[in-house]
């Protein structure tokens, strides 16, 4: 199995940045796409940013020139850059990884979540 740990999450004021990092560990033998999701209260989870195995970026559409997502292969590591922080970035902050793992078939495996909030 895989299991994946966040860390970056945090308070700051608009305007600021903040860094988010995901490890993933495990019996793992190949890592597809590496992306970040996020939910705010009340509203739907939505695609941040993702980074396939080859390096081609996807963002949502809302972070499209602040955000910046990548990825380093040899730590299993997925990164988010995160700046000219707004406000409504105020969320929960998932990562997501597709793996394939020992003992398991490709699939998507979540991280716990880490809260970012934006002060106005």
């Known amino acids: 199995q895989v299991q994946l740990a966040e860390s970056g999450g945090g308070l700051v004021q608009a305007g600021g940045s903040l860094r988010l990092s995901c490890a993933a560990s495990g019996s793992i033998l190949n890592i597809g796409y590496m992306a970040w999701y996020r939910q705010a209260p009340g509203k739907q989870r939505e695609l941040v940013a993702q980074i396939i195995s080859g390096g081609r970026t996807n963002y949502g559409d809302s972070v499209k020139g602040r955000f910046t997502i990548s990825r380093d292969n040899a730590k299993n590591t997925v990164y988010l850059q995160m700046n000219s922080l707004k406000p409504e970035d105020t969320a929960v902050y998932y990562c997501?990884?597709?793996?394939?793992?020992?003992?398991?078939?490709?699939?998507?495996?979540w991280g716990q979540g880490t809260q970012v909030t934006v002060s106005s």
């Open positions: 997501n990884v597709r793996a394939w793992a020992v003992g398991a078939s490709t699939r998507d495996y």
